[in-house]
């Protein structure tokens, strides 16, 4: 193979790493995280481990930025530390399961979700519980209250159906239902 056709060839694979590498991250900015740490985790896709210096380097991020967003990976367990032998620099490898970089995203998310509303819904429905027993409260106002309360009320099964498929994906309960397709 000449130079020029090996050049060629290793800006393919370049490309079509790119290509992936910009899918993830738009999709992970889809899910509120940020672009460059979208384009982190796919760079980091593609290598071995790496250390903030070489994403740095294939990146041109500031080092602070690099930490950043490996911290944020790290907290969707998508990254993890590694050590190389012979050097005391840290690196990171990304998650290379999709499977468990699925599991380790959402649930985490999800998790948040449902508690953040579960929350906020006990309580609201503790304060509008106290208007709807008020026996100074005006007729209007107590069902409208009631009503608001019995909203609130109708969405609590999302967040309890949402917990149990957190739950499924956790324990891998949810392949006994969809199970893997081994096609390529």
Avoid at 17 to 46: H, N, P, Q
Avoid at 74 to 81: A, D, S, W
């Amino acid at each position: 193979m000449t130079n020029h056709h090996e050049e060629n060839s290793r800006q393919t694979i370049e490309h079509a790493k790119g290509l992936v590498i910009d899918s993830i991250a738009e999709t992970m900015d889809l899910y509120g995280v940020t672009r460059s740490a979208g384009t982190l985790y796919g760079t980091m896709y593609f290598e071995d481990d790496m250390t903030l210096d070489e994403m740095r380097e294939k990146l041109g991020m500031s080092k602070p930025s690099m930490s950043t967003g490996v911290k944020k990976l790290q907290n969707y367990n998508i990254v993890k530390q590694t050590f190389r032998k012979g050097t005391r620099r840290q690196t990171f490898v990304a998650e290379k399961d999709f499977f468990n970089f699925f599991s380790n995203f959402f649930t985490k998310k999800w998790l948040r979700e449902v508690k953040t509303n579960l929350d906020a819904i006990k309580l609201a429905q503790k304060e509008l519980n106290g208007l709807i027993e008020d026996p100074e409260a005006d007729e209007v106002v107590k069902q409208e209250a009631e009503q608001v309360y019995q909203q609130l009320e109708a969405s609590k099964p999302y967040y309890h159906w949402l917990q149990k498929l957190v739950d499924s994906i956790e324990s891998g309960e949810i392949f006994d239902f969809l199970p893997v397709d081994q096609e390529k």
